[in-house]
Each structure stands twice: as structure tokens, then as C-alpha cells.
């Protein structure tokens, strides 16, 4: 597989207005060994994620809203939730669609800080969110030439906070 790189390291000193960042990581960068959820009373993993020599990778985004959906649904099989984390990630630059490319091969865990700044954690090694980009030029976010980015996946459970 590709080696993997923030795309922040492409940005530069880029700084739209409104700019955040999304930090994930590809599964097999996780310890699984060392990997065990330990979920406190309060649905949140107590200590970090096990990364093998490693570290989280960056991604700078243009929420359109929040950025971060979480929806339930049932089945006879019991529940399940649709986990989609969508944005943009402006200005269109070749080493960043190389890079974007790269990250269509592997499967996620993303860490994201809500606007109240709690952490939380999406997805799971059993249950990992896919990634897609889009290239855009167009009307609807100003003429911005941008990428339109996807994490998705479903998990069995919910996701689980993280200790700040």
C-alpha cells in the first residue's frame, strides 16, 4: 500500500477563515496487540488509541455545518449506526490527489473534536470507516476549487468519547 502523509503537510501556511482539522488514521498503523476498548460508565475509551510508531494524520477541512453524523438504525439483527463525516478540504493540488488516492486503499479510525471540544473516536477496528474525495470546481462553494471528502462506514455501537 501507499505511504500515507497528513495532507496538511501540503498546505502550507493556508489558512482560510473557518479552517478545522480532522485527525485519522489507517487501521493497520493501530497496536492491535496493545488495541483493547476499555469503555468507562461514561461510553468513553479511558486512555489513548495504541498506534504502532506512528502518529494521528491531519486533514484540513471547510465544515459545511457540523461536520459529523451519527445516525441509528434498526434492524432484526438489532441496531447499528451510519457514521458519515463529510467537508471539504480547499484548493486542488496534485500531490494532495495523490495523497487522497492513496487513502481510498486503506480503512479509518477518525478522531474529531466537536465545537464544544469534546474528542470522539469513529469507528473501530472491527467496524472502520471508508474514505472517498471528490474533485469540485463550482458555484456552490463560491467558485472555491476544493476536494469533497467522505468518511463512512456503519459500527455496531456508538461512538465513544475520548478523555481530553
Not at 17 to 31: M, Q
Not at 136 to 157: M, V, W
Amino acid at each position: 500500500m501507499p505511504e500515507l502523509v497528513s495532507i496538511e503537510n501540503f498546505c502550507g501556511q493556508a489558512n482560510p477563515s473557518g479552517l478545522r482539522t480532522i485527525e485519522y488514521v489507517p487501521t493497520t498503523w493501530v497496536n492491535d496487540e496493545a488495541y483493547e476498548e476499555l469503555i468507562n460508565s461514561t461510553y468513553q475509551i479511558s486512555g489513548g488509541l495504541p498506534l504502532a510508531s506512528f502518529d494521528w494524520l491531519r486533514l484540513p477541512i471547510i465544515p459545511f455545518g457540523e461536520p459529523w453524523r451519527e445516525t441509528q438504525q434498526r434492524s432484526a439483527q438489532g441496531n447499528s449506526f451510519l457514521q458519515s463525516i463529510q467537508a471539504i478540504t480547499p484548493r486542488l493540488r496534485h500531490e494532495v490527489s495523490g495523497q487522497l488516492n492513496a487513502m481510498a486503499e486503506y480503512a479509518f479510525l477518525v478522531r474529531l473534536t466537536d465545537r464544544h471540544g469534546q474528542q470522539w473516536l469513529i469507528g473501530t477496528l472491527e467496524s472502520p470507516l471508508s474514505f472517498t474525495a471528490n474533485s469540485e470546481i463550482g458555484a456552490d462553494q463560491g467558485g472555491l476549487n476544493h476536494y469533497s471528502i467522505e468518511f463512512s462506514g456503519q459500527t455496531p455501537q456508538r461512538a465513544y468519547g475520548l478523555p481530553a
